[in-house]
């Protein structure tokens, strides 16, 4: 720890945006490819009591950084649509209380389509919400189905209405390359969406992830997703479809019209800070000489719940990050926008700059490109091998 702190970084607070997250850990249901820290309870969530440790983690966060001008707050999970509006208004109190939020922040919060959730969009609205992002994720009940999804087709389209009635701004997810989709079938899929959607989707292409169900039933033999060639084929489409219709991809996996982009995880992209709040939550600090210390707090709601009553946090790591860390983590966030990175920044941070021979390989192959202001940005064709791109230029 002691040559971690020798190797901090000090970076200018003014110019790090600083946002906060807050998980909400609880769902109706565990979606078979979810590999998020999200929990099933069949009794009722005690959210006074959780509001109040969301305050309390709020308060220490507060007492160890400071003030902090709050561009973003996120509120993530699980289901964050099963809080409460009083809850989620707690919260923003609780946030408000203790750092200053900037006039226009943006301040989101992940829903499901249910018809039940949809009713409680006016009352998020009123708590201060002010954007509103919807787990869709496909417009036909089979695939719903096979999902895990509880909700219809029909139902998600009626709480994309009415989120846009009540919010300014609303995005809304889908999955694609699920089992047997077509590429015909998914660019249909994906002009439908776009039809709905005012400024911004996220699309997402299905991972088998470590143990899921879908992973098991993956080796059983009795799931199969479509393969690298005709992934690659999904994913030209969804850059090609949004595109056209004017959401270009800003992010791998994210698309917006140009001013739209969700600033929360741009903080996370642009390699700002951000405080973690809540079971699971990660988050990147700066003390006051700029250093950055990686945060998580326990995962397991009621141990989380009982660690902040007891001790005023739930932390289980807490940890500064060396400058090779973080220039590894610059790297990795960064390369995923298509704005591309700073080549002086990295070197800022990373007390080197980038190698220009592997710089130019990856040129040669059309995975990396400079833009006009100095930026190094990876391609079209890079995007769907980013982490090789990624290693090779942090080696």
Known sequence: MERAVLDRVTEPREDVPFGVYVHWPFCLSKCPYCDFNSHVRHVAVEQDRFARAFATEIATTAERIGRRTVSTIFFGGGTPSLMKPETVGAVLDAIARHW??????????????????????RGFRTAGVNRVSLGVQ????????????????????????????????YSFDLIYARPGQGVAAWASELRRAIAEA????????????????????ERAGKLAVPGDTVARH????????????????????????????????????????????????????????????????????????????????????????????????????????????????????????LDPARIADLMSYGFVETMPNGRLRVTRSGFPVLDAVVADLAA
């Open 100 to 121: 200053t939020v900037a006039p226009n922040a943006e301040i989101s919060l992940e829903a499901n389509p249910t018809s039940v959730e949809a009713e409680r969009f």
């Open 138 to 169: 496909a417009l036909d009940d089979d695939s719903l189905k096979a999902l895990g999804r509880l909700h219809t087709a029909a139902e998600a389209m009626a709480a994309v209405g009415t989120a846009r009635k009540i919010f300014d701004r």
């Open 198 to 217: 005012a400024e911004h989707l996220s699309l997402y292409q299905l991972t088998i992830e470590p143990d899921t169900p879908f992973e098991a039933l």
């Open 234 to 353: 999904l994913f030209d489409i969804t850059q090609e479809v949004c595109a056209a219709a004017g959401l270009p991809a800003y992010e791998v996996s994210n698309h917006a019209r140009p001013g739209a982009e969700c600033r929360h995880n741009l903080v996370y992209w642009r390699y700002g800070e951000y405080a973690g709040i809540g079971p699971g939550a990660h988050g990147r600090l700066l003390d006051a000489a700029g250093g950055r210390f990686a945060t998580a707090t326990e995962k397991r709601p009621e141990a989380w719940l009982a660690n902040v009553e007891d001790h005023g946090h739930g932390l289980v790591v807490d940890e500064a990050v060396t400058r090779p860390e973080q220039a590894d983590e610059f790297l990795l966030m960064g390369l995923r926008l298509t704005e591309g990175i700073d080549p002086k920044r990295f070197e800022k941070i990373a007390g080197r700059p």
